[in-house]
């Protein structure tokens, strides 16, 4: 067949050989559907009480939306990847344009509070000068990002760090830790070789300071199985890496990780992540007050005291 007896190309798009107009439609239709998948990802992201939320949170409520069913079925190998690819989810996002999604956030470009852009420096002076009981190091900066934007750090009386930006922690930070007094460190990290040995350096990089521990809030591979978290696939990591995971790791755990496969913390729902952070940060809530345990908590300090008699 010559030349001219090919489909005319679409207006702006290169004439190729065995490309007719039916794959540019094809293109369309899919960036449409992506598009609405967008918008009411972006509004179960949100919720409740419009939460912000990073790009990459984005990405994988846009593919629960897309795909609802692979909530309820395990991630194995040989399933087909979420859709949409990150790719065409990307150009869909910017030919939509970021700005007209309510509460996507912007990417970081600066180490969040408590530093000062640019500068290492505290954002309040007086920010050493007390005894601090928790501190939450986070492996993804954007993750960091997210938790400061939607305050967790006031509501856990927690400060949030990216462990990048953090590590070697300041000797001031430090003081403020074993000053405390049982203080902890939580690491929140991927499902991947480096994110699971990530508590063991931080853990190293504190040093002998005594009363300070490290604890990891995850993820780790059994975290993403019984969350059916979308998981992928990258190169295999070589044996330093291998060395460096937890020996608390189950033997299918360590099989997994050394595929190369991994899943991020951002594929946990934003509201799912908060709920988690809080928890895990500020500990066991003490019980509620009821009437006659306040009415029993009178009568004990002395205070208008029922008679004995």
Not at 51 to 69: D, I, N
Not at 106 to 130: F, I, N, Q
Not at 218 to 242: D, K, M, N, Y
């Amino acid at each position: 067949m010559s030349q001219r007896h090919l489909p005319r190309p679409l207006k702006g798009e290169p004439a190729r050989p065995g490309h007719g107009p039916g794959s540019g439609i094809a293109a369309r239709v899919s960036a449409g559907v992506t598009g609405r998948a967008i918008a009411v990802a972006a509004v179960r992201a949100a919720a409740p009480g419009g939460l912000r939320f990073t790009e990459r949170q984005l990405y994988y409520e846009t593919c629960r939306v897309l795909s609802p069913g692979t909530a309820l079925l395990s991630r194995v190998p040989g399933t087909p990847a979420p859709a949409p690819r990150l790719p065409t989810f990307t150009r869909t996002l910017d030919a939509r344009g970021r700005e007209t999604v309510p509460g996507l956030l912007p990417p970081p470009v600066a180490p969040p509070a408590p530093y000062l852009p640019g500068t290492g420096e505290p954002s309040e002076p007086d920010l050493y000068d007390y005894g601090l009981p928790r501190l939450l190091l986070c492996q993804d900066r954007s993750i960091a990002g997210m938790l400061l934007a939607n305050h967790v750090h006031l509501e856990a009386a927690c400060p949030i760090l990216t462990a990048a930006d953090a590590l070697p922690l300041d000797p001031r930070l430090l003081a403020a830790l074993e000053r405390a007094g049982g203080a902890t460190v939580h690491v929140l990290h991927d499902a991947s070789p480096s994110g699971v040995a990530l508590p063991a350096r931080v853990r190293a990089g504190l040093g002998p300071v005594p009363g300070v521990r490290v604890v990891s809030l995850g993820l780790v591979p059994r975290h993403a199985a019984s969350l059916r978290l979308p998981s992928g696939r990258g190169p295999a990591p070589g044996p330093a890496a291998l060395a460096a995971r937890p020996a608390a790791l189950r033997p299918r755990e360590a099989d997994w990780l050394a595929g190369g496969r991994f899943a991020q913390v951002a594929a946990v729902p934003p509201a799912r992540l908060v709920r988690t952070v809080l928890r895990l940060t500020r500990g066991p809530r003490p019980p509620r007050d009821s009437l006659w345990s306040g009415l029993r908590g009178l009568r004990g300090t002395g205070f208008m005291t029922w008679p004995a008699a």
